[in-house]
């Protein structure tokens, strides 16, 4: 049984930071690209970031491309989410999910497994 569990997030303000972790078990960490999500309340799940298995691949939704940095460590089954210079706008539930593939997809309905998400609140 594939679980996918979100950590890290909560309250921070405008302009800190937060590192997300995604704990995985039941799959075969390294054969999966893993992603984080968000989703706003009123708005569609969004892509945030996608890394592959060896790490050798990254992409970044526009929204935060140069503020977040995503990250893996294959020995801790674990996906990590470092969010830099926060906006409220960022403000949302984070998911990390997982997709059985060699190369970041950005779609959520490519990938194979989802978790719970965590949330992420920036005051302003």
């Known amino acids: 049984q594939v679980q996918l569990v979100e950590s890290g997030g909560g309250l921070v303000q405008a302009g800190g930071s937060l590192r997300l972790s995604c704990a995985a078990s039941g799959l075969t960490f390294s054969n999966y690209a893993m992603g984080w999500f968000r989703q706003a309340p009123g708005k569609e799940r969004e892509f945030v970031a996608a890394i592959t298995g060896s790490s050798s691949i990254f992409q970044y939704g526009d929204s935060v491309k140069g503020r977040f940095t995503i990250s893996r460590h294959n020995a801790k089954n674990t996906v990590y989410l470092e969010m830099n210079s926060l906006k409220p706008e960022d403000t949302a539930i984070y998911y990390c999910?997982?997709?059985?593939?060699?190369?970041?997809?950005?779609?959520?309905?490519?990938?194979?497994?989802w978790g719970q998400g965590t949330q992420v609140t920036v005051s302003s």
């Open positions: 999910a997982a997709d059985l593939n060699i190369v970041p997809v950005t779609r959520p309905s490519d990938y194979d497994y």
